[in-house]
Every structure is written in structure tokens, then in C-alpha cells.
């Protein structure tokens, strides 16, 4: 892998909340039609959005929490 930040794309986990994703990337329906093309989004992580993939503000309205190992890479 290249060290070329233009190419990188960066996905952070928000506070509970969305997983925050920055850099040039192609979303694609499972069947693969494009949904979206974008440089930043949010994608749901809750399960609660009515947007799927993406964040529509469920996790606030329903009080979501993350648990700790939700942020912490596995091994």
C-alpha cells in the first residue's frame, strides 16, 4: 500500500454514534448498483436508521450506547 493520502480512505467510529467515513469511495447496493459516490459520509451502526447503510440520527432518538469493544479493534 502507497503512503498516497488522496487514496486513503479513513473510517472512524463516532462516540456513540455513526461510523464517520472520510476519503473518495463508491457505495454499492448488494446487487451492485451505485448508491452513492461521495468523500464523507456516515453509516449507520446502531441498526436503528430507516436509511440504511447510512446514518439518519436513530442512535440519538433511541438512546443508543456503544459498547466498549464496538470501538476497539480485534486481535
Given at each position: 500500500?502507497?503512503?498516497?493520502?488522496?487514496?486513503?480512505?479513513?473510517?472512524?467510529p463516532t462516540h456513540n454514534g455513526p461510523y464517520q467515513v472520510v476519503g473518495e469511495v463508491q457505495i454499492l447496493a448488494p446487487d451492485g448498483t451505485l448508491i452513492r459516490e461521495t468523500s464523507r459520509t456516515f453509516l449507520c451502526r446502531c441498526g436503528h436508521s430507516q436509511s440504511k447503510p447510512f446514518c439518519d440520527g436513530h442512535h440519538s432518538r433511541m438512546n443508543?450506547?456503544?459498547v466498549e469493544s464496538d470501538a476497539v479493534p480485534a486481535d
Open positions: 500500500m502507497t503512503d498516497d493520502s488522496a487514496a486513503r480512505v479513513t473510517i472512524t443508543w450506547q456503544e
